[in-house]
């Protein structure tokens, strides 16, 4: 499962999520800001710049980043068109698709923020775009849920649990929609949640049909190893796209844990989709 990201063919669409920690060039201090992040310099964006190259992707979903400025400069134009979520939060959700795809923006799901409107602190919406190859379309919901519940269940007390549990309660009506209309569909990102086989979570969101999980019991090797959060959910006629084996993560080569908080806590994430 290690190494590079798959090589794309003619009728092979990579498609892969990167939670990219804090990616903001925000000064120190600034009240949008925890205590404990410190803005990426112009190295730390080259470098990770270096591995966007590697990954190559046809559309990647970025979490935990600020502008569409830094996620261009990973990115960059005329390979690739940027989408940003409209959150007024420093973690925004993304996506970069590559030219010739053709793209449709929809509403964001902002009902995925379900703290009330005068919170101190505000949770991600999900950024929802139609892909079109010219052949077949896919909707993407780029996600980024609540912290602090990996292992939790629906009935946990936690606050994080009872939080993301209701956020999932908004995703799976998204889900249930997508599947009404018969929409091919995928939900990528950051699920701060690891899904196991007969897991609570997932269990809610394939309750109206069943659901394509490659990363499910999966450990990733990020850093030493660990079970995923990053997910890429497929549903509907998606589910039949998925190239098999193609699941791959791309670790850093970088080994001095100095380093985890210049690159990021998370590795890019793919999957091939075999379009009609």
């Not at 092979?12 to 600034?30: A, E, V």
């Not at 410190?38 to 710049?49: F, N």
């Not at 959910?233 to 844990?257: C, H, K, N, T």
């Amino acid at each position: 499962m290690t190494g590079h990201a798959i090589t794309a063919g003619a009728t092979t669409l990579r498609l892969s999520t990167w939670n990219l920690d804090w990616l903001t060039q925000r000064r120190t201090g600034d009240p949008a800001l925890p205590p404990d992040v410190h803005p990426r310099d112009i190295t730390d964006i080259d470098r990770l710049a270096r591995y966007a190259a590697r990954l190559h992707p046809d559309i990647v979903a970025l979490e935990e980043i600020d502008t569409p400025e830094l996620a261009a400069r990973l990115f960059p134009a005329p390979r690739y068109r940027i989408l940003m979520s409209h959150d007024g939060v420093v973690q925004k959700t993304a996506l970069a698709v590559r030219a010739g795809l053709n793209v449709t923006r929809n509403p964001d799901l902002d009902a995925l923020d379900v703290y009330p409107p005068d919170a101190p602190r505000h949770l991600r919406g999900g950024l929802d775009v139609t892909i079109d190859d010219g052949h077949a379309t896919l909707r993407l919901l780029v996600v980024h849920l609540k912290a602090g519940c990996r292992d939790g269940t629906a009935g946990d007390r936690r606050p994080a649990c009872r939080t993301l549990y209701r956020q999932v309660a908004i995703l799976t009506d998204w889900i249930m929609e997508r599947q009404d209309e018969g929409e091919p569909f995928a939900v990528l990102g950051d699920f701060n949640h690891m899904l196991g086989t007969g897991d609570p979570m997932l269990s809610m969101l394939d309750g109206n049909g069943p659901l394509t999980v490659p990363t499910v019991g999966m450990a990733s090797p990020c850093w030493g190893g660990e079970y995923f959060i990053d997910h890429i959910i497929l549903g509907d006629r998606a589910r039949q796209w998925l190239r098999p084996g193609s699941l791959r993560v791309m670790p850093y080569q970088e080994r001095d844990p100095a380093l985890r908080s210049r690159l990021s806590d998370h590795c890019p994430v793919s999957i091939g989709l075999d379009m009609p």
